[in-house]
């Protein structure tokens, strides 16, 4: 019984953390905005780009560079799909008010660790 604790705990941790997307399954344009991202002066709090199903399709939201900046969320061909979060209201541009209750499927594409 002792043992069955740590286990369930483990298994509820690995379940919510978000996976890991290989890079070499990203669409051209999300490597050249990673490029981009490593080229450029080191942010604080740093870039993070995850990818997401969105009403059918896959995107990929990247996180806002400070405080009261847009994130933004793109298709897959990197077409702005619009500003889900951020600004001064901290609810984005109003464009995609239910992205973040109907999102699935969140996997780490890549994140600044310099």
């Not at 604790?5 to 669409?27: D, E, I, N, R």
């Not at 991202?37 to 990929?60: D, F, L, M, W």
Request: with cysteine; aromatic share 10%; net charge neutral.
């Amino acid at each position: 019984m002792k043992h069955i604790l740590p286990m369930l705990c483990m298994a509820a941790f690995s379940c919510s953390a978000p996976q890991k997307m290989a890079t070499s399954a990203l669409p051209v344009c999300v490597s050249q905005l990673i490029a981009k991202y490593q080229e450029a002066p080191k942010e604080n709090p740093p870039r993070k780009i995850y990818s997401y199903t969105y009403k059918g399709q896959t995107v990929y939201y990247v996180t806002a560079a400070c405080c009261d900046m847009y994130s933004d969320l793109y298709d897959t061909d990197c077409k702005l799909l619009g500003h889900p979060d951020g600004g001064i209201t901290g609810k984005g541009d109003g464009t995609l008010p239910d992205f973040s209750t109907t999102r699935s499927n969140e996997m780490v594409v890549w994140e600044d660790k310099r």
